[in-house]
Nanobody, 124 residues
Framework: QVQLVESGGGLVQAGGSLRLSCTAS????????MAWFRQAPGEEREFVAA????????NYADSVKGRFTITRDNAKNTLYLQMNSLKPEDTAVYYC?????????????????WGQGTQVTVSS
């Protein structure tokens, strides 16, 4: 069984920064890709960023490229998302997800395990 717990969300003004964390327990963390997705009110869940198990490959949505950085610390079983230059349109519930393969994919069906989410609200 895999458990993913996100933290670090909150309320921030436009232009500000937040760092999200996702701590994993249960099955092996370090041999598979991990990702962040988000879901805004009334919208479908969308891809944000993904990272391979060694961190050598990353993948970003165009909307966050250059502003967000995904990293991981396998020794701590923790995934991070550093979010800078936040915009009101970044407001959403952010979810971390664990793949069953080592592919930093944008596709939700590549990810079998999901956290409960953490709310990020960016005020204008």
């Amino acid at each position: 069984q895999v458990q993913l717990v996100e933290s670090g969300g909150g309320l921030v003004q436009a232009g500000g920064s937040l760092r999200l964390s996702c701590t994993a327990s249960g099955r092996t963390f370090s041999t598979v890709a991990m990702a962040w997705f988000r879901q805004a009110p009334g919208e479908e869940r969308e891809f944000v960023a993904a990272i391979s198990w060694a961190g050598s490959m990353t993948n970003y949505a165009d909307s966050v490229k250059g502003r967000f950085t995904i990293t991981r610390d396998n020794a701590k079983n923790t995934l991070y998302l550093q979010m800078n230059s936040l915009k009101p349109e970044d407001t959403a519930v952010y979810y971390c997800a664990r793949s069953t393969r080592n592919i930093a994919s944008k596709e939700q069906n590549e990810y079998s395990y999901w956290g409960q989410g953490t709310q990020v609200t960016v005020s204008s």
